[in-house]
Nanobody, 123 residues
Framework: QVQLVESGGGLVQTGGSLRLSCAVS????????MGWYRQAPGKQRELVAA???????NYADSVKARFTISREYGKNTVNLQMNTLKPEDTAVYYC?????????????????WGQGTQVTVSS
C-alpha cells in the first residue's frame, strides 16, 4: 500500500516561513516526478512546484523566488521550503508522486496523493 505522509503545515504570519515534507513509503516502483499542489477554498487545485527524478524543477509564477522544492532520493522524500509567505498562499497543500510501473508489456505511470496539510498565512 503506497502512502504519502505530509508534515510541516501550520499557521504563520505574513513574511514568515514554513517547510513542508512528504515521505513516500510502500512502493516497489521507481518514483518519477514529485510535486506539491494546493487548493484554496472555492478554487481549483493548482500546481505549486514539481521536481523530476533528474532534479529539474518547475514552479508556479506566483511562488517563484519564494518557494524551493527539493528531493531526498535515498529517503523518497520531497520538501517544499516556503519563504516570504503571503495570505494568498493560504491553502491545503497536497503532495503528489508519480510512479513508473513497468511490466513485460511496457511502462506506464501511476499517480498517488497525500492527505493534505493546511497552511494558513495571517495578515
Amino acid at each position: 500500500q503506497v502512502q504519502l505522509v505530509e508534515s510541516g503545515g501550520g499557521l504563520v504570519q505574513t513574511g514568515g516561513s514554513l517547510r513542508l515534507s512528504c515521505a513516500v513509503s510502500g512502493s516497489r516502483f521507481s518514483i518519477g516526478t514529485m510535486g506539491w499542489y494546493r487548493q484554496a477554498p472555492g478554487k481549483q487545485r493548482e500546481l505549486v512546484a514539481a521536481i523530476t527524478s533528474g532534479g529539474s524543477t518547475n514552479y508556479a509564477d506566483s511562488v517563484k523566488a519564494r518557494f524551493t522544492i527539493s528531493r531526498e532520493y535515498g529517503k523518497n522524500t520531497v520538501n517544499l521550503q516556503m519563504n516570504t509567505l503571503k495570505p494568498e498562499d493560504t491553502a491545503v497543500y497536497y503532495c503528489n508522486a508519480n510512479f513508473i510501473v513497468c511490466s513485460r508489456d511496457g511502462c506506464s505511470t501511476s499517480s498517488s496523493w497525500g492527505q493534505g496539510t493546511q497552511v494558513t498565512v495571517s495578515s
